[in-house]
């Protein structure tokens, strides 16, 4: 029997996020968002996202070998060409910054993975698979963190306060191995009383390209697009439990102390995430209950 | 070395997105520039220390994400702050009419003492100025700010700013901790000018 290769990340990436459907569905799309991104008309109504997309590319993942070698000029104009598209497409959400970094890891990966492809006809055909996939990301999996109100982030962040402050009804399986740590971790958070809103914007916003290691966040990636929004509140709590040891030498009400080391935690071995984000398996219906209660709050404060 | 009292102090950078908020931070906590530097996204939290004469002004720095979309999520980071570094790009004029509205907002709904410096950063591209200093200057006076054209590039004035801030900031309102020896968590700033002693 011939062997099978095993696929690329980047092409797994897009058949499970649903941008490679999204790429069938809409072939030809791509370069008529880019020819639509360069019409005047077009650039004086989205003159603003556009600047700003032009000003954060090389400022996109700026330490990577990918973004300051040989490659660079051209992993920058691949870029500014994917978010000047998408600002086109969906310019009902705008740009937001953070969507940089998370085109930018699409890139990466995949250059981490086949190098950067060399000629005119693979560049294109990588590149408007990457622009779908990102499209799928930001919309399937990520709609409504990068509005003008981010509320879908805020809300988050108050789901997090509430699985901190009772990780006990929150958590599926209390017979984990690193259940205990997952729980004093949320502890410690609740106790310093932290807010999540000064670490879920880095952690969501960029889906942890600035916090974690490329090569840790794209194995983070392929937990998150495989299993949906959800694995984005687990993965988060695993990164914090795995932070453990450096978040009790803080001062027990140190929040700042504890939110500059879940910014940039100590590395950990792909092993340590699997094992931590098992234990970190939230009950759906315990966030359905905090979901609901959260929702009764903001009635209440629209009556007030 | 004689270590006076110690006084801890929140300050919080604001500005437009690119005005080189996290370039000024950069420069006074590890004496480091980036040609590039990633964009803040939220917030990031680092301390540094001045001393002066005979205390030690230890700053908690809340740097913040300067897209217009992150707004809303500012009060929180200038909420408590007994300082805060207004940031604007001397090479654009819309970042100053920004600035000018963070200034607003603080002197609205920030602490009622906070201290406030204006920093009109980039001033190594002077080819580039469309900011007049005397008019920013004026504007600073006129409404009881601190003012210092500055360079995280070139480190120039970013040390200043913070010592300024540092010896405007009472040191009779906030909470002190007993003289002890000072350690110093933070690798020290290596531009010219050195903030501690």
Redesign the interface.
Known sequence: MARVAPQPRYMRWAEVSGGAKLRTLNRGVYSALLVLADNAIITSRLGTALA?VD??V??????EPLFRGLDAPAAREFLTRMLRAWVVLRFDV?Y???I??IAAMLLWATWSEIGFPSSTKARAKIEDILFWTLVALLTFHLEGYF????DRMKDDAALLAAIWASPGRALADPGALRHADVVLTCGKLHAAEL?P??????WF??LFT?VLPLELAAHVWDGIIEHGVLRLLESSLAIASLSLPELSQCEPSDA?AM??IL?RPTPFTREAFDAAVVACALRPDALFEAEQALIGERARSHLD | MAAGKVFQFKLVLLGEAAVGKSSLVLRFVKGQFQEFQESTIGAAFLTQSVCLDDVTVKFEIWDTAGQERYNSLAPMYYRGAQAAIVVYDITNADTLARAKAWVKELQRQASPNIVIALAGNKCDLASKRAVDDEEAAQYAEDNGLLFLETSAKGAINVNEIFIAIAKKLPKNTVETRPAKPVVQIDEPSSSKKKGCC
Request: glycine share 6%.
């Open positions: 700003q000003l954060d090389p400022r996109s993942l700026p330490d705008g937001t910054q953070g940089n970094s509005t003008q109100t981010m807010d809103l000064l670490v879920v914007p880095k916003l960029t600035h700042i939110a500059s910014h």
